[in-house]
């Protein structure tokens, strides 16, 4: 187990009717606030109605149409109305989209210029907007992490940032605002909530606590899915879903690992050239990667995730156990309705060697659990054809 900090102070009102806390949580960073949301849930849900009444003693300025996989261009709007208006605080209503949208404007307010550069690295980040959430899909975490992932239209960039200042200060987690959640992306977060999980418990660190928890959260994942699914308005099942996605990126997962990811460097690629959503991609590329690493060193790994995570019954042969696991999790995902296939989502073999490269290199494949070089992600990318 290697050393570690954890820190992650975000205060979570979690539960039914929390938003009613938010003008007490709020009051103490200023009036002006900036209201930023996607393309319109939020108005149909009956929650843009909600907020605007609760917030009403606040000044309340608007960015709406944030995109899924949200652009740069998005960010750059909303730092200019933050520096126009004064803006003291942001508050992300939606999933991972607009609040990661709303952690680059946060920083973008602090800079003179495009705010690419922030995400590339190019200009460090010095202050950001303290940010607020009310989190509608439980899915990427970002609820409770200090990550942003931005594209970029013209360059066909998708890009990680990150920053301490970037958390968000506050957060609501009521899984009632999950319940109108479309099922394709119902499934979508619960696959990406898995694959956070599994990037960090196929690792070359053995850290026992973590993985235990680990195994817990993909469990919870595996029962309630298909029950919210089912049942898009059950509470508890929206609240599993909804905790687990903030415990499987908040840091808890990784404490005493590396931090070395695989399968989302390849996907955030795929989602970079052509748009798809991310945790569908995930759900295609985890078990391909799984088969494509799985070998004498692996296996052991494989093995006891085969038997605490989906219940294979242990036998001699580690390899069919192993397998047995891989294959639960393929069928898991079609199951909730994910494609398991590049054609599925239009995408042919055109461009797998410049994204390959751009993989390896923008995510330190080489580092991962199991080296990847550009060679093995194309493998990779041709196995989900
Ligand atoms: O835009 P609206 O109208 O709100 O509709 C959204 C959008 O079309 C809809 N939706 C959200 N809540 C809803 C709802 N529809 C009905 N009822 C509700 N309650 O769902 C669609 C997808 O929303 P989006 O925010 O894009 O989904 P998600 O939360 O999966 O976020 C995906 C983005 O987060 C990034 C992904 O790469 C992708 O860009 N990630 C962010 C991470 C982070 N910050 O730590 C880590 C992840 O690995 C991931 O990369
Ligand atoms: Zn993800």
Not at 176 to 181: G, I, K, R
């Amino acid at each position: 187990m290697k050393n570690f900090e954890f820190y992650v102070p975000s205060d979570i009102l979690f539960g039914r009717d929390q938003e009613k806390n938010l003008p007490e949580k709020l009051k103490s960073y200023g009036k002006k606030i900036l209201l930023t949301y996607g393309g319109g849930s939020i108005k149909r849900s009956g929650l843009y109605d909600k907020l605007l009444t609760l917030l009403k003693d606040f000044e309340i300025f608007e960015l709406s149409g944030i995109e899924p996989n949200p652009r740069v261009s998005t960010v750059n709007k909303g730092a200019d109305i933050c520096k126009k208006e004064g803006i003291d605080m942001i508050l992300a209503v939606g999933g991972g989209s607009t609040i990661d949208c709303s952690k680059a404007i946060a920083a973008g307010a602090y800079y003179d210029g495009d705010a690419w550069d922030l995400v590339t690295g190019k200009a460090p980040i010095e202050n950001a907007i303290p940010l607020a959430v009310v989190l509608t899909l439980a899915a990427t975490g970002s609820e409770m992490d200090c990550a942003a992932v931005i594209s970029n239209e013209a360059t066909e960039e998708k890009l990680l940032m990150g920053h301490p200042l970037l958390l968000p200060r506050v957060s609501v987690l009521n899984p009632e605002n999950t319940f109108s959640v479309p099922a394709y992306q119902t499934a979508s977060g619960a696959a990406d909530m898995m694959s956070h999980i599994l990037e960090s418990y196929f690792d070359q660190e053995e850290a026992f606590v973590p993985d235990a928890i680990s195994e817990g959260l993909l469990r919870a994942v595996i029962k309630y899915a298909p029950i919210a699914l089912k049942d898009p308005e059950n509470y508890e099942a929206r609240a599993q879903l909804m905790w687990t996605s903030s415990l499987a990126l908040n840091g808890l997962v990784t404490t005493g690992k590396n931090f070395m990811w695989s399968c989302h460097y390849i996907e955030h690629e795929l989602s970079a050239h052509y748009d798809i959503t991310h945790g569908a991609g995930l759900a295609m590329l985890t078990p391909k990667w799984m088969r494509y690493v799985l070998s004498d060193a692996t296996v052991d790994k494989f093995y006891t995730y085969a038997v605490n995570v989906w219940g294979v019954t242990p036998a001699e042969d580690k390899f069919a156990v192993a397998n047995a696991g891989i294959d639960a999790t393929e069928k898991f995902f079609k199951s909730i309705g994910l494609p398991m296939t590049l054609a599925e989502f239009n995408i042919d073999d055109s461009r797998f060697e410049e994204m390959a490269a751009k993989a390896v290199e923008v995510g330190y494949l080489k580092g991962a659990y199991v080296p990847l070089d550009e060679k093995d992600v194309a493998e990779i990318l041709r196995m989900c054809m």
